[in-house]
């Protein structure tokens, strides 16, 4: 499981004295423990990839305010800790992938600009966690005219 192999490399990483490693992978690791607190469960791969995701949203829009700053090392933190996450997400889809995967959905299901709704429904599933959720809906769009 995925929780498993950040714990691991969490270790790993103090063993070496990896400070920012262990930083950034025991930021991870305290997410995914409140999450199993909050929902008494274990928790999922899928759920541990949007923890992921959340967190790597997060340090984007810090590093776009770190680089209004002009601040290098907050700038260097980020990249540093954007680059060490991202190998844990599942490999993600390019645009032209996922823009035949709606034009499929979109014929086979014969959608309209009206079946929007519809449309996100039965696409989302397919690309959760590999492709960037908020380029589909103009993606859509642009699809249906």
Known sequence: MLKEELKK????AMKARD????????LVNSEIKAFEVNERKDISDEDVIK???????????A?????????NDKIEEGNFAINL????LP???SEEEVESMLK????????????????????MPKVNGKFDR???NPMVKNILG
């Open 9 to 12: 490399n969490e270790i790993a």
């Open 19 to 26: 400070k920012a490693t262990v930083n950034v992978l025991r």
């Open 51 to 61: 923890i992921i995701e959340k967190q790597i949203k997060q340090l984007k829009e």
């Open 63 to 71: 590093l776009q305010y770190a680089i209004q700053l002009n601040d």
């Open 85 to 88: 996450l991202t190998p844990y």
């Open 91 to 93: 490999a993600q889809l």
């Open 104 to 123: 499929e959905i979109i014929t086979n299901g014969n959608y309209g600009p009206k079946d929007m709704g519809k449309i996100m429904k039965e696409i």
């Open 134 to 136: 908020s380029k589909i």
